[in-house]
């Protein structure tokens, strides 16, 4: 399908983030813990204050988020956003927004990183077929069990359930590396191979994409969606169909 607005700059996608208020076991306040695996992110914090808490290579860490910071991390980090009072954030994203495309696993324990048990634990959708804030809650709060113990093992020194988790996420999106590979190739690369053609075109005096530039807008979507660490409002599906986005 032909977008209907151009790509974003260098092809990165956009979101605004409210953060989940919602109550957590452990007596904070957020969204689910997950981590990507081909795609940075970045926070750019626009009210309110919080924390991003984190679990990668580096060993597990917590981020003050205040209005105005940018915090940003690679794929293989496992990351919970929580909220001390009304965190809003804008979300860039590598690769066409596909950390809301499917790259992204929630830290749900073992048992449910299969195929066939993990579509269930992560959907929203309830028994009639809508989305539903209490199924977000409840896939929120097993993901949050299932990064409790990865960080109580990373505390004692075993980085193997880590690991393994890393192995597990990798196994889960087999099925959707090469339409992935599609989104960067179209996308990212495009963007990069543009300019570089653009810079060639220049060195030549040819100044004829400058004609070409267009102007473009989009508000801000009408439609919130239940996302792993809040409420969302995405640009990405608005840009490409021209419209107001479908929950995913």
Known sequence: MTAAHPDFPGAVGLSQLQVYPWAT??????????????????????????????????????????PGDVVWFGPGTIHRAIN???????????????????????????????????????????????????????????????????????????????????RAAARLVQPRLETWAGTVHDGALAAAQTSLRQIDALKSDDVSHLFEAVVTRIEQPSQQMLGMCGFLRAYDPVRRAGGSPAHG
């Open 25 to 66: 076991a452990d007596d904070e306040h957020g969204g689910s813990p997950h981590m990507h695996l081909t795609c940075s992110e970045c926070y750019v914090v626009v009210s309110g204050r919080g924390r991003l808490e984190t679990l990668n290579q580096e060993g597990h860490r917590v981020s003050d988020l205040r």
């Open 84 to 166: 001390d009072g009304d965190l809003r954030v804008v979300v860039v994203m590598q690769n066409s927004g596909l950390p809301e495309a499917g790259d992204a696993v929630m830290t749900f324990p073992p048992e449910h990183l299969t195929p066939e048990r993990y579509p269930l634990a992560a959907s929203v959708v309830d028994s009639a077929g809508a989305p539903s804030q209490e199924r977000a809650r409840e896939r929120r709060d097993l993901a949050l069990g299932g990064f409790a113990e990865l960080t109580r093992q990373w505390r004692c020194g075993d980085r193997s359930g880590y690991e393994d988790f890393c």
